[in-house]
């Protein structure tokens, strides 16, 4: 079956404690991203990858950080969380077109007290 | 600049009524594809239809269809026979090409449909 893991889907951390959201796709896409989700914001791109060893910042970068060591998997690390990152993230794959679907994982609820 | 804009916040609609869910949408770009996502109470983003801008028709997938005016830049997606399961969280997304650096999604704020019964 097709589909984007994300791991851990709940987690509550203290400020300033290292975290890393897993992602894996297995569909062989190019491109994965991070997104985080705000009431009111809708969706906002956090980093995305257009490749092994490719990424850049999206939207809002401040404070996180990833890799793409393989092509399957784009950690989301949080070096030194704070309470304005809590929020739902989402990580998402796609074939590298303006014209196909991003497939979403199940989304992380984080909560930084 | 790329933008999105749904512009109701929430909605009401009676079960088994058609209802429409605004979306407007700005670029300079001539290619670009259009999307609306639904996200249940449960928090996943399930993906209901696509549009591409050299489309000439208006997209379908089942009971949603996507009210596509190239010239109005808005793309609304149509409910037909809303359904209880329906409620949830709607998101309208544009994915363009500019300069080849990036395709990530735009998206809007979000249209919360309550359908009652």
């Known amino acids: 079956e097709a589909q984007v893991t994300q791991n851990p889907r709940y987690l509550i951390t203290v400020t300033g404690k290292k975290l890393t959201v897993t992602c894996s796709q297995n569909?062989?896409?190019?491109?994965m991203s991070w997104y985080r989700q705000d009431p009111g914001l809708g969706l906002r791109q956090i980093y995305y990858?257009?490749?092994?060893?490719?990424?850049d910042k999206g939207d809002v970068p401040e404070g996180y950080k990833v890799s793409r060591k393989e092509k399957r998997n784009f950690p989301l690390i949080l070096e030194s969380p704070s309470p304005n990152q809590t929020s739902l993230y989402f990580c998402?794959?796609?074939?590298?077109?303006?014209?196909?679907?991003?497939?979403f994982g199940q989304g992380t609820r984080l909560t930084v007290v | 600049a790329q933008k999105i804009t749904q512009t109701q916040p929430g909605m009401f609609v009676q079960e088994k009524e058609a209802v429409t869910l605004d979306c407007t949408y700005d670029?300079?770009?001539?290619?670009?594809?259009l999307f609306w996502y639904k996200q249940p109470s449960s928090g996943e983003m399930i993906f209901l239809i696509y549009q591409g801008s050299y489309d000439q028709q208006n997209a379908t997938e089942g009971r949603y269809s996507l009210n596509f005016q190239k010239a109005r830049k808005s793309a609304n997606l149509v409910i037909s026979a809303s359904q209880l399961g329906d409620s949830a969280m709607y998101f309208c997304?544009?994915?363009?090409?500019?300069?080849?650096?990036?395709?990530?999604?735009?998206f809007g704020t979000g249209t919360l449909l309550a359908v009652q019964p």
């Open positions: 990858s257009m490749n092994v060893e490719v990424t």
């Open positions: 998402a794959s796609s074939p590298r077109t303006a014209h196909t679907e991003a497939f």
């Open positions: 569909m062989n896409h190019e491109y």
């Open positions: 670029t300079s770009d001539p290619s670009y594809g």
């Open positions: 997304a544009m994915r363009a090409h500019y300069g080849g650096a990036t395709n990530k999604l735009i």
